[in-house]
Every structure is written in C-alpha cells, then in structure tokens.
C-alpha cells in the first residue's frame, strides 16, 4: 500500500525566511510525486510533477526536490501570499492511475 | 483555460435525502476521480472512472454510488446522506499517460 507522510504539520514564517516541507514516501514503482498548493475552501492547484530521484522542478520562489525515499519542497524568500497548504501525492504502478495524498502542511508566512 | 467545475459550492441536505453532486470537465480527460477531505485525515478516494460507463471502488466507497454516462460528466451519488458524509467533495480529472490532477473547486456537504 502507498503511503505518504508529511512534515511538519504546520510552519509559521517571517516574510522573507527560507525553509523547506518534507514529503516522506512509501510506493511500489513510482511513477509521479506530485505537489499541490490548495488555499482554504478551495481544490488543490496543480504545482510540480517529479518522476525520477535527482529531479528538480522550480516555480517563482518554489522548488521541488526528490530521493528515493522523499521529496522536498523549498521556499526561498517566502512571501504573505505563499500562505497555504502544500499537499504532496504519489502514484505507483500497481495503483490503477489512482494518487495517494499526505494530510499537508499549512504554511503561514506573516509580513 | 481549462477547467474541472463542481455544480456547487455548498450544500445542506437533511439525514436520509439522496444527494447528486455532479462534476463536468472541459479538457477531454478520459480519468475522473471523486475525493473527500477531512481534517486529520486528508484527502481519501471514494470512486474513480478512467473511461465513460467505467467505475472503479476507492478507499472508502461506502454509501456512495457513481454515474458516467458522458466522458465530460462524473456524478457522485449519496444514496442516503448521513451526518458522517459531512465533509468537502473534490473531483478531479487527469489525462491518460499524464499523472498530475486537475481538481474542482470543492463542494462543502452538511447534512444536518
């Protein structure tokens, strides 16, 4: 079974103050580890696609990374606007085209 | 601009009533997905269909139906709505070969 944990829960930054998500990962031959942006009361927003370890996808001030075991989003100069949850999602081969999400982290970036 | 829409945004129903949540994409996709997300327990897959009149079981397909007459059009069906199918309702569509999901923009269920 496909598992997904990420960490933290919950971070509060300054504007202006990197840092980085942690997407921790079980699957049986990935085939995509997908990010999401999703603000309150609304579906999530399609962000990154990364299919293999090694690869790196950057948008704006967002970078995805990924292992074999985990991937990482990086926020580099944060800014109010970048406040949301950040979901992160696999899909395996034996999964029938079907993703498997973590519960998210809700970035709060205060001005 | 391509789009997944969800013909509610919120919805209040009462325990017992049958309850149509319909979804429509405009981006010729043949897979379409139905999700639920609850606090602490995140987004879970009820139904999905990868063609029109297909339907394949989720994680937690019970006391949910589905419907895919037209390949744009996947309808989620609460049978007998009960208070623990309060929740948000997302569906989402994906090409074939392409991984990455286009979701609605939610309904927010009450049942009441």
């Known amino acids: 079974e496909d598992q997904v944990t990420q960490s933290p829960e919950a971070l509060r930054l300054q504007e202006g103050e990197s840092s980085s998500l942690n997407c921790s990962y079980t699957?049986?031959?990935?085939?995509?580890l997908f990010w999401y942006r999703q603000d309150p009361g609304k579906g999530p927003e399609f962000l990154f696609t990364?299919?293999?370890a090694g690869e790196e996808k950057e948008k704006e001030r967002l970078k995805a990374t990924l292992t074999k075991k985990e991937s990482f989003l990086h926020i580099t100069a944060p800014k109010p606007e970048d406040s949301a949850t950040y979901l992160c999602a696999v899909q395996g081969g034996t999964n029938a085209g079907k993703s498997t999400f973590g519960d998210g982290t809700t970035l709060t970036v205060k001005p | 601009d391509v789009k997944v829409t969800q013909s509610s945004r919120y919805l209040v129903k009462r325990t017992g009533e049958k309850v149509f949540l319909e979804c429509v994409q405009d981006?010729?996709?043949?897979?379409m997905f139905w999700y639920r997300q609850d606090p602490g327990l995140g987004l879970r897959l009820i139904y999905f269909s990868y063609d029109v009149k297909m339907k394949e079981k989720g994680d937690i397909p019970e006391g949910y139906s589905v419907s895919r007459e037209k390949k744009e059009r996947f309808s989620l069906i609460l049978e007998s709505a009960s208070t623990n199918q309060t929740s948000m309702y997302l569906c989402a569509s994906r090409r074939t070969g392409e991984y990455g999901y286009t979701f609605g923009s939610g309904t927010r269920l009450t049942v009441v």
């Open positions: 990364l299919y293999s």
């Open positions: 699957v049986s031959g990935l085939r995509g």
């Open positions: 981006m010729d996709h043949e897979n």
